[in-house]
């Protein structure tokens, strides 16, 4: 799955959630999103099993901690992983975050990250309620008998996958679908 992530983020040119394939940047991006499977996501799998034993989680902990200390650092200056842009990594990113409360750590070591971290909740925020706004607009067309054209519908439904990266997209997405009459 980790190879072909790439692709998945480019699928929808309009989200630009990654950049154009054969960049440097898209290489940035496969590093990236490299270290957040290999080196973050994959040191939860022991946290969230109950056979580890306690001292094993302990030092999965710590060793977490470490490389969370070194992606703050990565971030000092910076939007986002790749500077100003928001791509796929820092959806992913965002949401290994998340999963440090569940076993019991938090982001108050890591300024940078607990900036960042806002920074990408706010954008969740506001891509909710846009996503909301449209999806009343689409329902009020279709109630009235508008008939949708196709671009509009694709161009929606293309919004709502450049959301699909972040950590609650199946509702934001399913929410911004409802059934039309498209001519």
């Known amino acids: 799955f980790r190879a072909r992530r790439p692709r998945w983020?480019?699928?929808?040119?309009?989200?630009?959630?990654?950049p154009p394939a054969g960049s440097i940047e898209r290489t940035r991006l496969q590093s990236w999103l490299n270290f957040i499977?290999?080196?973050?996501?994959?040191g939860f799998?022991?946290?969230?099993?109950?056979?580890?034993n306690a001292e094993f989680k302990t030092w999965q902990k710590q060793r977490l901690s470490e490389r969370y200390g070194w992606v703050s650092a990565q971030l000092g200056g910076?939007?986002?992983?790749l500077g100003e842009t928001f791509t796929c990594a820092d959806a992913y990113l965002f949401t290994?975050?998340?999963?440090?409360?569940?076993?019991?750590?938090d982001l108050s070591p890591w300024a940078n990250l607990q900036s960042y971290q806002a920074r990408i909740a706010a954008r969740r925020n506001r891509l909710?309620?846009?996503m909301r706004t449209r999806r009343a607009q689409l329902m009020k067309e279709s109630a009235a008998g508008?008939?949708?054209?196709?671009?509009?519908?694709?161009?929606?439904i293309g919004e709502a996958c450049s959301f699909s990266a972040s950590r609650s997209a199946h509702n934001v997405t399913s929410a911004a679908l409802v059934p039309v009459r498209v001519y």
Do not use: Q
């Open 9 to 18: 983020c480019s699928r929808n040119s309009a989200a630009r959630l990654a």
């Open 37 to 42: 499977g290999t080196e973050l996501h994959k």
């Open 45 to 52: 799998s022991p946290l969230f099993n109950p056979a580890s």
């Open 78 to 81: 910076k939007e986002y992983l």
């Open 96 to 105: 290994t975050m998340g999963w440090l409360g569940f076993v019991g750590m």
């Open 128 to 130: 909710t309620e846009r």
């Open 146 to 156: 508008d008939k949708i054209s196709p671009e509009y519908l694709s161009r929606m």
